[in-house]
């Protein structure tokens, strides 16, 4: 069964940075683009940044320049860092493949983060 299982979100005041972790079960993610998506209330979900199996990299213009994407394939894991957050940043982010694993069927509870002072 795939899994997508993000870590790390939490409470930051403006200009604060927070580092989240997604932990991927069955499948190796050596192979596909994966992908950070958010979906802040009353919005639709989209997709912050990507990285494929050549580590190609790819962000929302929203966020270039302060989150960063990478992976450990030894560890099946992606990350984002992010820095200088903004409130507008505040929503659910959630990883996985680029497309959505199984059509959007694996999604998960995702990890909240609240930029506010």
């Known amino acids: 069964q795939v899994q997508f299982v993000p870590s790390g979100g939490g409470l930051v005041q403006p200009g604060g940075s927070l580092k989240l972790s997604c932990q991927v079960l069955?499948?190796?993610?050596?192979?596909?683009?994966l992908g950070w998506y958010r979906q802040a209330p009353g919005k639709e979900r989209e997709l912050v940044a990507r990285?494929?199996?050549?580590?190609?990299?790819n962000y929302k213009g929203s966020v270039k320049g302060r989150f960063t994407i990478s992976k450990d394939n030894a560890r099946n894991t992606i990350y984002l860092q992010m820095n200088s957050l903004k409130p507008e940043d505040t929503a659910v982010y959630y990883c996985?493949?680029?497309?959505?694993w199984g059509g959007g069927a694996y999604w998960g509870q995702g990890t909240q983060v609240t930029v506010s002072s």
């Open positions: 996985n493949t680029k497309p959505a």
């Open positions: 990285i494929n199996s050549d580590d190609f990299i």
């Open positions: 069955g499948i190796d993610i050596s192979s596909y683009e």
